[in-house]
């Protein structure tokens, strides 16, 4: 199916940047320009959007990575605002984490996010070069990952992605 076309409407987007789907199959995109989300049906059809710019309770700057956990909530990382926010599968604020800088649950750069199957989350941080794991009430649980190029190293990781036996890829 095909979502959207440009602009700043319902259904439209100036830079969408990344989707999942939830386990009704409904379709959430962040779009990186407008400082929103989007569901959308199955089919495509638009239905409800949520976020403005700022760093109140479910505003955004610079929404980048979108991740639905097993429970269907909600996790958006923001590039701007250097934190991640959940939701419900309604778009209600529910919790939110992080500050920028380089300590324990602080992100510079934080673009891609991800859950595995027991609902802890992931963050990849560009400009940490590392990758960071929380609870789903976001306490801070691990984290790893220097700049370089050896194993185990990052240079500005972006994407992650957890398979069914919780392998992490980056």
Do not use: C, H, M
Request: proline share 3%.
């Amino acid at each position: 199916i095909s979502i959207s076309s440009n602009g700043s409407g319902d259904g439209e987007f100036t830079f969408p940047l990344d989707a999942d789907i939830d386990s009704s199959g409904n379709v959430y995109v962040t779009d990186l320009e407008s400082n929103r989300v989007q569901k959308f049906d199955s089919s495509g059809n638009f239905l409800s959007k949520w976020g403005t710019y700022g760093s109140g309770n479910g505003q955004f700057d610079q929404p980048a990575g979108v991740v639905i956990d097993p429970e269907n909530d909600i996790y958006i990382v923001e590039l701007g605002n250097s934190r991640v926010q959940k939701f419900d599968s309604s778009g209600n604020f529910l919790a939110k984490w992080g500050t920028t800088g380089n300590g324990d649950s602080q992100f510079n750069q934080p673009a891609g996010i991800t859950t595995d199957s027991t609902g802890n989350v992931f963050v990849t941080e560009a400009g940490n070069s590392r990758i960071q794991k929380f609870d789903s009430s976001g306490n801070f649980l691990a984290k790893w990952g220097t700049n370089g190029t050896a194993d185990s190293q990052f240079n500005s990781p972006y994407g992650i992605a957890i398979d069914s036996t919780n392998n992490i890829y980056v």
